[in-house]
């Protein structure tokens, strides 16, 4: 179960706790996950797959087991070692693809520098895809049309959502471009009728656009980027960066205890957007799950490309 925390901070700003919007959402979680496996004998099943003996990628996919396990989500974990090549690797998500007990495929980044991070995500069957970063999944998130979005820009509107922040007419600066998580944090929240503005590691004097921000998501891998005199006063922080300082302290991208005398929601680090990521990737499974089982065509009408064939058999 999730640990949880007091959800203010004693400086006023009120803490967003994503351990426990995360534990209500498992909740419901366990509940769809139940039904699936009553209606058709059989639970919805994740397959992860790491390549390499990364130590945090090691606890990540650990934790996603053990989150799995928690709502009743089958879990297989493939270890490969480092050296295996791209063809190998490439057959054995095909392997996972075919199968039909199969629902969701994720494979762990990052992945060893000798392998091209495109042509393995791409090979993942869409209909799989529970991460969200397939082309045609990103293509279908810039549409509005997402059915997998990805799991931490997800996890970031649902924790918007759940503490009843207005979205809308909102100005939005997003801190970090990555594809993973400023890029597609953009696209959802301009979606839900923000103004957003998208700042990287070449913006010049970032303050002047961060302290324009009436919510603020900081993903830029940085350790205290952002600052009190940064950001607006009663503005919302969301601080999706993790960091590990010298000393073994992990942080997130904002200097916490500064910030929160002038924000008015903030995210902690640990203990925030984190917990949501995982939670996230548990909902696009049985919705993955779902999809597979109950459509009457039981593939997807998803257009194919040379670099990325939809090879799955679907329940």
């Known amino acids: ?12 700003a009120k803490i967003i706790d994503g351990r426990q919007h995360a534990k209500r959402l498992r909740e419901e979680l366990r509940i769809e996950a139940a039904s699936f496996q009553a209606k058709f004998g059989v639970p919805p099943k994740l397959t992860v797959i790491l390549v390499g003996d990364d130590a945090a990628s090691r606890l990540y996919v650990s934790n996603k087991s053990k989150a799995c396990a928690d709502v009743g989500i089958e879990s297989l974990v493939i270890v490969l070692p480092a050296s295996t090549e791209l063809e190998s690797l490439l057959e054995v998500i095909e392997e996972q693809n075919r199968d039909a007990s199969v629902h969701g495929v994720l494979v762990q980044l990052p992945l060893p520098r000798h392998l091209p991070v495109h042509a393995v995500l791409e090979r993942i069957a869409v209909e799989k895809d529970v991460d969200g970063f397939h082309l045609y999944n990103v293509g279908s998130l810039a549409l509005g049309t997402a059915v997998f979005p990805p799991c931490t820009p997800y996890g970031v509107q649902k924790l918007l959502e759940a503490e009843g922040i207005p979205i809308a007419g909102q100005n939005v600066v997003v801190v970090g471009a990555s594809n993973i998580v400023g890029k597609p944090t ?15 590691a070449k913006t010049r004097d970032l303050a002047q656009f961060t302290i324009l921000a009436d919510i603020l998501v900081v993903a830029a891998g940085r350790p205290n980027i952002i600052v009190p005199q940064m950001v607006k006063t009663g503005a919302v922080v969301i601080d999706v960066g993790i960091n590990r300082l010298p000393n073994g302290k992990i942080v997130g991208d904002v200097d916490f205890e500064g910030v929160s005398q002038k924000a008015s929601y903030i995210t902690p680090v640990p203990g925030g957007v984190g917990p949501m990521t995982v939670t996230m990737l548990l909902a696009n499974t049985i919705t993955a799950a779902k999809r597979m089982r109950e459509s009457q065509s039981p593939h997807l009408s998803v257009p194919s490309t040379g670099t990325s064939p939809s090879t799955s058999s679907a329940d």
Request: charged residues 10%.
């Open 1 to 12: 179960m999730l640990d949880t925390q007091p959800a203010v901070h004693a400086t006023g």
């Open 186 to 200: 953009a696209m959802m929240l301009m979606q839900r009728d923000a103004t957003v503005c998208i700042c990287h």
